[in-house]
């Protein structure tokens, strides 16, 4: 598309229509003394628009460009800590698979009836009678040192006794 040629040659002197300025030359109307003194009349042109779109659309495809990288950084890093996330959760359920096959293990152990049977089959078996054996207080004292732990405040032991352990399997076993 050609773009036609504009004219830059000063046109023509129109006379004005306007009353005289204060401050101008009789001689001219609409004339001030700054403009007669010089001899010439500025050239007036008409300047064409800048355009800022181009500029606009340049640094909106660059913030939107931005953006964009910013959110597959975002979204590969939300991926990671979910398969982070995905991992822990399986080792927390294994984990509890594996504490719930030892708890059970265990209460097999500590079970009255293995402990019997466990029991004859190193030849040991249930008392028939049962008699009461005195024991001296510095025997008493010795026995509870060792099983349980002194309160240096107090001067007392505190801790299970010996025989708390037994008296709960008895009373869970029926």
Do not use: C, W
């Not at 800590?81 to 594996?98: C, F, G, K, P, T």
């Not at 009836?113 to 466990?118: A, C, K, N, Q």
């Not at 029991?119 to 009678?129: E, K, V, Y």
């Not at 040192?145 to 708390?164: F, K, M, N, T």
């Amino acid at each position: 598309m050609a773009v036609p040629l504009r004219s830059t040659a000063v046109p023509a002197a129109r006379p004005s229509r306007q009353p005289a300025r204060p401050g101008a030359r009789p001689g001219r109307p609409g004339t001030t003394s700054a403009t007669t003194r010089a001899g010439t009349r500025d050239h007036l042109r008409v300047v064409p628009v800048r355009r800022r779109t181009a500029g606009l659309v340049f640094l909106a495809a660059i913030v939107l460009a931005g953006l964009m990288l910013g959110a597959a950084v975002l979204n590969t890093t939300l991926a990671e800590r979910q398969l982070r996330v995905d991992e822990l959760e399986q080792d927390v359920a294994e984990s509890r698979a594996r504490f719930d096959v030892l708890r059970g293990q265990r209460a097999e152990l500590r079970s009255p009836g293995r402990l019997s049977r466990e029991a004859t089959a190193l030849g040991m078996f249930a008392a028939t009678a049962g008699t009461f054996v005195r024991v001296s207080p510095d025997v008493y004292a010795q026995a509870l040192a060792a099983s349980g732990s002194i309160d240096e405040a107090e001067r007392i032991v505190r801790g299970e006794q010996p025989l708390d352990q037994f008296r709960r399997v008895k009373v869970a076993g029926g």
